[in-house]
């Protein structure tokens, strides 16, 4: 999901990056340079530094839960309830995409759908599902912006319906705990439109650190403007665990 297309409804435009290969015990294993590593559910070659993953007997197979919400891979399945928000004027007025017509939305859980499945896949697009079985009420997604960094964004939306809940701080942090315990980033950093309050309040809920302004980085239309950068630090991450 580009920056463009996955954004925040009652939370902050955000990505994540990838470090590690899941083998036959759960655990992420790093794929070394110049061997291939098979490791039951992976087989690949990889250079110096960049890492895939393969999570159950498949790629798409990507399953994270929380006390209230699971979190799964996007399928073609989902178009209609994505659209159900992708369409919102209030969901859509601190993002910078939409609206989508149906024949986008199909496209791009489609791509998601794909992306899941491709080895090297470098972002994790996820539906957001409340317990015990929700239809899809949002997405959060965590992406690699620099493999020789070890640093990501993380970004989610979600349906007007559920805002409120707490549901976009949940996600989130189930998200932020996959980035650091199992992909190893370092960095993690997630950006908010400063009118914004909730998803500037969701962010300091997860003890992300203000960093500061990024002046009109964002276009919408013929307009641009300012984006809030928050970040977290893998060892802030472990003082927030208690680790």
Same mark, same amino acid.
């Given at each position: 999901?580009?920056?463009?297309?996955?954004?925040?409804?009652?939370?902050?435009?955000?990505?994540?990056?990838?470090?590690?290969?899941?083998?036959?015990?759960?655990?992420?294993?790093?794929?070394?340079?110049?061997?291939?590593?098979?490791?039951?559910?992976?087989?690949?070659?990889?250079?110096?530094?960049?890492?895939?993953?393969?999570?159950?007997?498949?790629?798409?197979?990507?399953?994270?839960? @929380?006390?209230?919400?699971?979190?799964? /891979?996007?399928?073609?399945?989902?178009?209609? !309830?994505?659209? *159900?928000? %992708?369409? =919102? &004027?209030?969901?859509?007025?601190?993002? @910078?995409?939409?609206?989508?017509?149906? /024949?986008?939305?199909?496209?791009?859980?489609? !791509?998601?759908? *794909?992306? %899941?499945? =491709? &080895?090297?896949?470098?972002?994790?697009?996820?539906?957001?599902?409340?317990?015990?079985?929700?239809?899809?009420?949002?997405?959060?997604?965590?992406?690699?912006?620099?493999?020789?960094?070890?640093?990501?964004?993380?970004?989610?939306?979600?349906?007007?319906?559920?805002?409120?809940?707490?549901?976009?701080?949940?996600?989130?942090?189930?998200?932020?705990?996959?980035?650091?315990?199992?992909?190893?980033?370092?960095?993690?950093?997630?950006?908010?439109?400063?009118?914004?309050?909730?998803?500037?309040?969701?962010?300091?809920?997860?003890?992300?650190?203000?960093?500061?302004?990024?002046?009109?980085?964002?276009?919408?239309?013929?307009?641009?403007?300012?984006?809030?950068?928050?970040?977290?630090?893998?060892?802030?991450?472990?003082?927030?665990?208690?680790?």
């Amino acid at each position: 999901m580009t920056s463009a297309q996955l954004a925040i409804a009652e939370g902050s435009q955000c990505a994540v990056a990838v470090a590690g290969a899941r083998g036959k015990s759960g655990a992420f294993t790093p794929v070394s340079a110049a061997t291939v590593s098979d490791l039951g559910n992976v087989v690949e070659v990889a250079p110096e530094g960049v890492y895939t993953t393969r999570v159950g007997l498949m790629p798409h197979s990507l399953r994270l839960e @929380t006390p209230r919400l699971t979190l799964r /891979e996007i399928s073609l399945e989902d178009a209609d !309830a994505v659209q *159900a928000y %992708a369409t =919102d &004027p209030e969901v859509l007025r601190h993002v @910078t995409w939409g609206p989508n017509s149906l /024949e986008q939305t199909r496209a791009l859980c489609a !791509a998601w759908a *794909a992306e %899941a499945k =491709d &080895p090297k896949r470098t972002s994790f697009e996820l539906s957001i599902n409340v317990k015990p079985g929700s239809a899809t009420v949002g997405m959060v997604g965590v992406r690699i912006k620099s493999v020789e960094n070890r640093e990501g964004d993380l970004g989610y939306v979600l349906h007007r319906v559920y805002w409120g809940k707490g549901y976009a701080t949940e996600a989130a942090r189930r998200m932020l705990e996959f980035g650091f315990e199992d992909l190893k980033l370092h960095r993690i950093y997630a950006t908010a439109a400063p009118d914004n309050a909730s998803s500037l309040h969701v962010l300091e809920k997860l003890g992300m650190q203000r960093e500061g302004l990024l002046r009109e980085n964002q276009r919408i239309g013929e307009a641009y403007r300012d984006s809030v950068l928050y970040s977290m630090l893998s060892r802030e991450w472990r003082a927030l665990r208690g680790a």
